[in-house]
């Protein structure tokens, strides 16, 4: 395992992130506590220090297990948890961004992971009606408390994380430093507005859900269970094009002689910019078999293929701004001639 830095942080973080939704049977699914343990241990012999879970994961369940597992070398691994998802689903306040929610969530998050800070604290989803001033000053509030270390945005729209982390700058408060979004070869979508802006903001990416929820593992090619499809209707997950990415990541897997599933997360790890792919398991075994992808890499023309398989439009106004001969009128007649030592962040 290698380490990366956090975005604009200081912060080393494994090069996989260890995701604990699956830490629980609360939800009739995912591992009971003996497996959860040996995840846990599996991806710290490995190397693993970077560890993702939220207040609402399992009933709360997952935080509880992780207290309990790092209580004995808490200082060693950097903690992750979120808050926003409804908690108390009767209660006006107990959901969404609002100052409130945030520091109830936080109170209740450092009692079950038994710890008295939290590394790196996540906005799980943008409500749509809270001030970002209001976001950002609470959280700000607790890194100066201690209670918090760094502070991160998950499923908003990019203008929101650039509005907010400008505000930040201006008027000194702590900057969201890592992004965390839907990314893979089924959901590029992504790469229209939030990773160019992942990238001028110097924030790291961690992507969720890096196997597009099972369909780039190839089991559904194999005329597998369609359980376990979930965050939308399998006529989405199950689309044509998909299952058409799927086979290319099958075509690419039969020639590497990998398992599908480490192809496509090592297409997702070769992308520019500080890129952390959240790793979720329902057991050791299985993680065990994706982690293993760290022991190789894509070869270009491999990447080249995955890349023509799942390509998306990047619409207006990418697609004008970078269509020649527009992009001679934008930069001149010299414009092969440039050293953009910046590189192109759209």
């Not at 241990?41 to 992780?66: H, I, P, Q, V």
């Not at 918090?148 to 400008?166: E, F, K, M, Q």
């Not at 090592?266 to 993680?287: C, E, F, K, T």
């Not at 023509?308 to 001679?328: C, D, K, M, Y």
């Amino acid at each position: 395992m290698k380490y990366k830095i956090l975005g604009r942080s200081g912060l080393r973080v494994s090069e996989l992130c260890l995701g604990t939704m699956t830490f629980g049977t609360d939800w009739n699914t995912g591992a009971d506590k003996a497996e959860s343990r040996r995840m846990f241990d599996l991806f710290a012999e490995r190397g693993g220090n970077f560890l993702d879970t939220a207040n609402l994961y399992t009933n709360g369940t997952s935080e509880k297990y992780l207290g309990e597992f790092l209580e004995s070398d808490r200082e060693r691994f950097v903690l992750a948890t979120k808050y926003s998802l409804k908690a108390r689903p009767d209660d006006p306040n107990g959901a969404g961004n609002a100052r409130k929610n945030m520091m109830q969530s936080v109170e209740a998050s450092l009692k079950r992971l038994k710890t008295d800070a939290i590394d790196l604290y996540w906005v799980h989803a943008w409500d749509t009606l809270t001030p970002v001033d209001e976001i950002m000053r609470g959280l700000d509030d607790l890194v100066r408390q201690g209670k918090v270390h760094y502070v991160g945005l998950s499923d908003a729209p990019a203008w929101i994380a650039s509005r907010a982390n400008t505000m930040a700058d201006l008027r000194g408060w702590a900057p969201f430093v890592a992004l965390q979004i839907e990314y893979s070869l089924v959901e590029r979508t992504v790469e229209r507005e939030l990773i160019p802006m992942a990238r001028a903001l110097d924030l790291a990416v961690t992507p969720w859900s890096p196997l597009g929820a099972g369909v780039l593992t190839g089991k559904y090619l194999d005329g597998g269970k369609k359980e376990g499809v979930r965050l939308a209707p399998d006529s989405l997950r199950l689309s044509d094009r998909n299952l058409r990415i799927a086979r290319a990541v099958r075509s690419v897997a039969e020639k590497t002689g990998r398992p599908d599933a480490q192809v496509a997360l090592n297409w997702l790890r070769a992308q520019a910019g500080v890129m952390i792919p959240i790793l979720g398991a329902r057991s050791a075994a299985q993680l065990e078999q994706n982690l293993d992808c760290l022991e190789w890499t894509l070869e270009p023309g491999h990447r080249a293929e995955l890349d023509e398989a799942s390509a998306i439009e990047l619409g207006f106004p990418h697609e004008l701004i970078h269509r020649e001969p527009v992009r001679t009128l934008i930069l001149g007649d010299r414009a092969d001639a440039l050293d953009p030592h910046r590189g192109d962040t759209a």
